[in-house]
């Protein structure tokens, strides 16, 4: 009995909503055409900017090489003060081959000068955050 109460009452709750939703459907006008000149280009807004990635993904302590870096096109309203730019070092992938990877980089992920360790520091400093110490025991 309480079965077949619960079916009617679900039963009219679904036939209800669907009587809502098809009546307010009805009630909107439809849509007029837009001109396809009046449709703004997305290009014709977004100013773009070359900006440093990875080409791959990498690990962290991998000695950077020319061919795990790549410049890419980002928008420049999401381009980052922290990301090296093609405009502020365009001979950024040669000067930065010989560094290390801090952290994991995934691939198309942008390059920041706080993940790469110079190249004449051991690999344990150039894990370490600014403000750490490792210690070397047996």
Same mark, same amino acid.
């Given at each position: 009995?309480?079965?077949?109460?619960?079916?009617?009452?679900?039963?009219?709750?679904?036939?209800?909503?669907?009587?809502?939703?098809?009546?307010?459907?009805?009630?909107?006008?439809?849509?007029?055409?837009?001109?396809?000149?009046?449709?703004?280009?997305?290009?014709?807004?977004?100013?773009?900017?070359?900006?440093?990635?990875?080409? %791959? $993904?990498?690990? &962290? !302590?991998?000695?950077?090489?020319? *061919?795990?870096?790549?410049?890419?096109?980002?928008?420049? #309203?999401?381009?980052?003060?922290?990301?090296?730019?093609?405009?502020?070092?365009?001979?950024?992938?040669?000067?930065?081959?010989?560094?290390?990877?801090?952290?994991?980089?995934?691939?198309?992920?942008?390059?920041?000068?706080?993940?790469? %360790? $110079?190249?004449? &520091? !051991?690999?344990?400093?150039?894990? *370490?955050?600014?403000?750490?110490?490792?210690?070397?025991? #047996?």
């Amino acid at each position: 009995m309480l079965r077949s109460m619960l079916f009617v009452v679900a039963l009219s709750a679904g036939a209800l909503a669907a009587w809502l939703t098809l009546s307010i459907q009805g009630d909107e006008a439809p849509a007029a055409p837009l001109a396809v000149d009046s449709i703004p280009s997305p290009q014709a807004e977004l100013m773009m900017k070359e900006i440093l990635v990875a080409a %791959a $993904d990498l690990d &962290s !302590g991998t000695t950077v090489e020319e *061919l795990h870096l790549e410049w890419a096109s980002w928008p420049e #309203r999401a381009v980052s003060p922290a990301f090296i730019t093609k405009e502020s070092r365009p001979n950024a992938i040669t000067e930065l081959e010989g560094s290390s990877l801090r952290r994991v980089v995934a691939q198309g992920e942008p390059i920041r000068p706080e993940k790469l %360790a $110079d190249a004449k &520091s !051991g690999l344990l400093s150039a894990s *370490l955050t600014p403000g750490k110490r490792a210690v070397a025991i #047996r």
